[in-house]
């Protein structure tokens, strides 16, 4: 059986007369910028998140650049991040004039680890933002002291979390501000580039505001310099017709990860670490196996997709070289050649899954 690694078209097809009709409704107002769905989606994204204000902005990348300006991060300053991470988490904060300082992630849950974020604290550190990776939570609470302790801000990157739980509160909601984005594969995905930043500080929520468009206030006189980043109408539109959708999307990944997670056990493959309830809602399922590379192979022979995210750390690219700290960042620089992300995604059919197992334990 072939099982593709993400088959969207399952997703759209399932939608399609809504989202048409989401369409005609964003052709008959015709006010493409700033139209009534990006204020009915950033109430119902506030709504979602437990009561914390939602700002629409043009992807996940300017939200986290957005969200670390709007809670007062800036030139001069250094912000702590997970070396094991997509590169658009770095380049984020390098978009907000800070520069990214890498740190290691734990091994158990490839998140940032505490004590390794506390170790690249230093005098301009002003702000951590940790990576609720594969829609895992960050292990949230020593980030926070660490935070606490030496005043410094936290931005989440929630870009793969929506809807995970910490003790019963959304990410989103359990720093200063985070950042979601809807690029179409994300567990909420738009029909193209999209963005939001949340904030509990409603203070925050407003400088985010500004901050997408030219740093105006709504009398349109800019209050600081900001380039522009704004939420299509006709994405929000289309993003409406799926939020209410994600909760029930988010239980069939938990209950897909649950099939894989049982199957697997006993076996040379290691599912992802068991998660507190609410925690993980399984953007990805990432597996480790010291044959990786074999593993990979075989399944693609029996036409099974599967992909590595990542396959090398931040500083393993060119472009971030410079962020490259020896013997600091072991475990991010191991993982990338033991990860595997199997085939997950709410539409994909118990059978499917089965044929990804049995590949798998064919080994
Ligand atoms: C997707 C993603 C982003 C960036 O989102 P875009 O909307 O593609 O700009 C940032 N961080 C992580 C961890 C992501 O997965």
Redesign the pocket.
């Given at each position: 059986m072939n099982v593709p690694f993400l088959d969207l078209r399952r997703e759209t097809d399932e939608l399609r007369r809504e989202l048409g009709a989401a369409f005609e409704s964003v052709l008959d107002e015709s006010r493409f910028i700033g139209g009534r769905a990006v204020s009915d989606l950033e109430r119902e994204l506030a709504a979602f998140s437990g009561g914390a204000e939602a700002v629409g902005v043009g992807?996940?990348?300017?939200a986290?650049a957005i969200a670390l300006r709007a809670v007062g991060v800036g030139p001069g300053d250094e912000v702590v991040t997970a070396a094991n991470?997509?590169v658009?988490?770095v380049a984020?904060i390098a978009l907000s004039g800070a520069a990214p300082v890498l740190a290691d992630v734990d091994p158990t849950t490839l998140t940032l680890d505490a004590a390794s974020a506390a170790a690249a604290i230093g005098p301009r550190t002003r702000a951590l933002v940790p990576?609720h990776?594969y829609g895992r939570c960050a292990d949230m609470e020593p980030l926070l002291g660490l935070a606490r302790e030496n005043g410094l801000r936290v931005v989440e990157?929630a870009?793969?979390a929506h809807g995970a739980e910490l003790q019963g509160r959304r990410v989103g909601t359990l720093g200063d501000a985070a950042?979601f984005?809807?690029?179409p594969t994300?567990n909420l995905g738009a029909l193209g580039?999209a963005?939001a930043v949340v904030a509990s500080d409603p203070a925050v929520a407003e400088r985010a505001r500004g901050l997408r468009e030219y740093g105006w206030r709504d009398d349109r006189v800019s209050l600081e310099r900001a380039g522009q980043s704004r939420l299509d109408t006709l994405q929000a539109a289309l993003l409406l017709v799926k939020l209410p959708l994600l909760e029930r999307w988010n239980e069939r990944r938990r209950e897909l990860a649950a099939r894989y997670t049982a199957a697997l056990a006993g076996s040379t493959v290691e599912p992802p670490a068991a998660a507190p309830a609410g925690a993980h809602v399984y953007h990805l399922y990432v597996v480790r196996s010291r044959e990786r590379d074999a593993l990979r192979e075989r399944l693609r022979s029996r036409g099974i997709g599967t992909l590595v995210h990542y396959p090398r750390p931040v500083h393993a690219h060119p472009a971030w070289a410079e962020l490259a700290r020896p013997g600091a960042l072991d475990v991010s620089e191991q993982a990338p050649r033991e990860i595997l992300s199997l085939p997950l995604y709410p539409q994909l059919g118990d059978d499917e899954a089965d044929a990804v197992v049995e590949a798998v334990l064919a080994g």
């Open positions: 992807s996940g990348t300017d986290i991470t997509a658009a988490t984020g990576v990776l990157d870009a793969q950042a984005s809807f690029y994300k580039d963005g």
